[in-house]
């Protein structure tokens, strides 16, 4: 039972690249979000999806984009890499009733 | 601002004492979560309170949901050092998690 699975675990790009962060999960849930999480910031949400062919904004959405693939895949997307985008980013999933996230274990992008 | 707020952003004790962490909004909550994040890994969850004035034990760990569900507290009594870790506050206002902006515990030998 993989859970929630990301990749990469670790990227470094150069300002103005761009690149996808891969996200799936197995447990048949509705519910999935991106969040990046930045030293005394705890997770920030940047978007997050209710359902297969619905997204919406959370917090930080700018520099983001995202494709909900089908019900499994979700992945986030930046088009023109820029410093502020270095953050750890993490996936999540969650049943209905939100009793529970339950997250990947990220990926490190540190862009230069 | 950030939804929830954690207080406090860091916290160092020996072994042994005890701690209590803060999570506050101004908006209400159906529920509260409580997750531990070790480093390298995601969040993990430890509890959800759900009734006001509700208070749940995990072992030497308590929860408490406030009375108005604005605000939870965490209570670790005698603290060992496989407490440490960043603690997050979470909850749901409509269908998205928002989460605190976290309390990193280090529990010193």
């Known amino acids: 039972n993989a859970g929630v699975t990301q990749t990469p675990k670790f990227q470094v790009l150069k300002t103005g690249q761009s690149m996808t962060l891969q996200c799936a999960q197995d447990?048949?849930?509705?519910?999935m979000y991106w969040y990046r999480q930045d030293p005394g910031m705890g997770l920030r949400l940047i978007y997050y999806s209710a359902s297969e062919g619905t997204t919406d904004k959370g917090e930080v959405p700018n520099g983001y984009n995202v494709s909900r693939l089908n019900k499994r895949e979700f992945s986030l997307r930046l088009e023109s890499a820029a410093p502020s985008q270095t953050s750890v980013y993490f996936c999540?999933?969650?049943?209905?009733?939100?009793?529970?996230?339950?997250f990947g274990q990220g990926t490190r992008l540190t862009v230069v | 601002t950030q939804l929830l707020e954690q207080s406090p952003q860091f916290l160092s004790i020996q072994e042994g004492e005890n701690l209590t962490v803060y999570c506050n909004s101004s908006?209400?909550?159906?529920?509260l979560q409580w997750y531990r994040q070790e480093p390298g890994e995601g969040p993990v969850l430890l509890v959800t309170v759900v009734t006001g004035g509700e208070v749940k034990k995990l072992k030497r760990l308590t929860f408490q949901f406030g009375d108005a569900r604005k605000d939870s507290s965490l209570h670790i009594t005698a603290a060992q050092p496989g407490d440490t870790g960043l603690y997050l506050c979470a909850g749901a206002p409509g269908n998205q998690f928002y989460f605190g902006t976290g309390t990193s515990l280090t529990v010193i030998p």
């Open positions: 908006s209400v909550f159906s529920s």
């Open positions: 999540a999933s969650s049943p209905p009733g939100f009793t529970e996230a339950f």
């Open positions: 447990m048949n849930h509705n519910s």
